[in-house]
C-alpha cells in the first residue's frame, strides 16, 4: 500500500496570503488528522476528519480549517497567514479502532514544510 | 493540549551502546506510544504500550510504563548510525488525538 502522501513538500508565503494543503490518506484508511510542528511548541493537533466530518479540533484560530472529501482525501486551508504560522505541517491517517479510537496507531506522511516571510 | 516533558532532550552515543529516552505526562492514560522521526520528515510509529502494560519489546526496542509515577521509558539496545533521529512519546487526548511530549534528539555516532 502507498503510505500518507502530502503536496506540496514545501510552500513559501507572504502575510496576509492564504494556503492550501493537500493529503492523501492509506487507501482505506477513514480518519486523518493534522498536526502542526515547530521548535518552539512542538507537535500540537489541529483537528481531524472522519468520513467528510470534523469530529475534534485543538486549539488555533478560525483561520485554520479543513475538510475531507468522499475518497477521505483532505485538505486543510491556512487564511491571512502570519509570520508565526511557519511549521511542518503533517498529516496523519489512521483506522478505526476499539470503541471508536482513530489515535492508537497514526501513519504520518512526510509533511509541508510552510515559511511565512 | 499539553504536552508531557521528555528526557534528555538531546543524546549522543556511540554504536552498539544503549540509548535510553524518558517520557512524563501528566493525565490519566489508556495507551502510550512512542513515535520516531528522522529530520524534517514525518513520524513513524514505533510502539504501542497499554495501561494495564508494565513492559513491551519489539526488536531492539523496549517500552516501559509506570502509571502511577505517570512516566514511561524507551530503551533503544545495541544502537546504530540509522537510529539517529527524534522520539516522541505521546498519548490519546480523547479518542481522536494525540498529545506528543517534547521529544528527545539521539545522535548515534559511527
Known amino acids: 500500500k502507498a503510505g500518507v502522501t502530502q503536496t506540496p513538500r514545501y510552500l513559501i508565503k507572504t502575510r496576509g496570503q492564504q494556503v492550501t494543503l493537500s493529503c492523501s490518506p492509506i487507501s482505506g484508511h477513514r480518519s486523518v488528522s493534522w498536526y502542526q510542528q515547530t521548535p518552539g511548541q512542538g507537535l500540537q493537533f489541529l483537528f481531524e476528519y472522519f468520513s467528510e466530518t470534523q469530529r475534534n479540533k485543538g486549539n488555533f484560530p478560525g483561520r485554520f480549517s479543513g475538510r475531507q472529501f468522499s475518497n477521505s482525501r483532505s485538505e486543510m486551508n491556512v487564511s491571512t497567514l502570519e509570520l508565526g504560522d511557519s511549521a511542518l505541517y503533517l498529516c496523519?491517517?489512521?483506522?478505526?479502532?476499539?470503541?471508536?479510537?482513530?489515535?492508537?496507531?497514526?501513519?504520518f506522511g512526510s509533511g509541508t514544510q510552510l515559511s511565512v516571510l | 493540549s499539553q504536552q508531557g516533558e521528555e528526557d534528555p532532550q538531546a543524546l549522543s552515543i556511540q554504536e552498539g551502546e544503549n540509548a535510553t529516552m524518558n517520557c512524563s505526562y501528566k493525565t490519566s492514560i489508556n495507551n502510550l506510544q512512542w513515535y520516531r522521526q528522522n529530520s524534517g520528515r514525518g513520524l513513524v510509529h514505533l510502539i504501542l504500550i497499554r495501561s494495564n502494560e508494565r513492559e513491551k519489546h519489539s526488536g531492539r526496542l523496549r517500552v516501559t510504563l509506570d502509571t502511577s509515577k505517570k512516566s514511561s521509558s524507551l530503551l533503544i539496545t545495541a544502537s546504530r548510525a540509522a537510529d539517529t533521529a527524534s522520539y516522541f512519546c505521546a498519548h490519546p487526548v480523547g479518542r481522536r488525538a494525540l498529545t506528543f511530549g517534547s521529544g528527545t534528539r539521539l545522535q548515534v555516532q559511527p
Open positions: 496523519a491517517s489512521s483506522i478505526t479502532g476499539q470503541g471508536g479510537t482513530t489515535n492508537e496507531k497514526l501513519f
